[in-house]
């Protein structure tokens, strides 16, 4: 019997990668502010931001297992929001064409009681294409980047703009599930069975 789970967050795209891998869970967001230092390297980062997700909606659910996670989007060791408009995006995929990047996710799993928590960060490298701003423009007429770390979507037309990932890829979408898995299964928290 698996023990209650619930992810601290409703993106759609960490829902629809433990939805897939089949594990029962409810999505309650984390009402909470992130921190944002560039000071802090992105393990540490992202880790602490997972954390501060995971543990506000522990406090409200002491005996469930929560998972709390940030993913955040480096070039240059410098970390990439969210663009607030359309021309941000143009100019954080600018800055990525033909170069590789890193993509940060920073993963929390902590329960009250009794008290656990597990923490974790994986790093995949990802490598663009070689875009013009023509490509870059028609890309982002397909996805709606203002709700994406580095303005792109690896999961919506990827291939537009990717042309290789070294690592993870579902960490590239949200949540590193390979490790995930087995993190979450040492804490009775196991998968049901997909049927093909």
């Not at 795209?13 to 891998?21: K, P, Q, Y």
């Not at 902590?110 to 294409?129: A, G, N, S, Y």
Request: hydrophobic share 40%.
């Amino acid at each position: 019997m698996s023990a209650r789970f619930i992810l601290a967050s409703q993106s759609p795209r960490r829902v629809d990668l433990l939805t897939e891998a089949g594990y029962t869970f409810e999505a309650i967001p984390a009402n909470v502010e992130e921190a944002h230092d560039d000071t802090l390297t992105p393990p540490v980062l992202t880790c602490a931001n997972a954390g501060l997700k995971a543990d506000a909606i522990s406090l409200q659910h002491p005996r469930a297992v929560v998972l709390g996670a940030d993913t955040l989007v480096y070039v240059d060791g410098m970390p990439l929001g969210k663009p607030a408009d359309i021309e941000e995006a143009v100019a954080m995929l600018q800055r990525l064409v033909g170069r590789t990047h890193q993509v940060c996710t920073g993963v929390v799993l902590c329960r009250q009681e009794p008290q656990v928590e597990v923490i974790f960060h994986v790093i995949t490298d990802v490598t663009f294409l070689g875009l013009n701003k023509s490509q870059i423009e028609a890309y982002l007429t397909k996805i709606n980047p203002l709700d994406k770390a580095g303005g792109y979507a690896a999961q919506d037309h990827g291939s537009d703009i990717i042309e290789r990932t070294k690592g993870s890829w579902t960490n590239v979408v949200g949540l590193p599930m390979e490790a995930l898995s087995g993190k979450l299964e040492s804490l009775s928290i196991t998968a049901d069975a997909i049927a093909p």
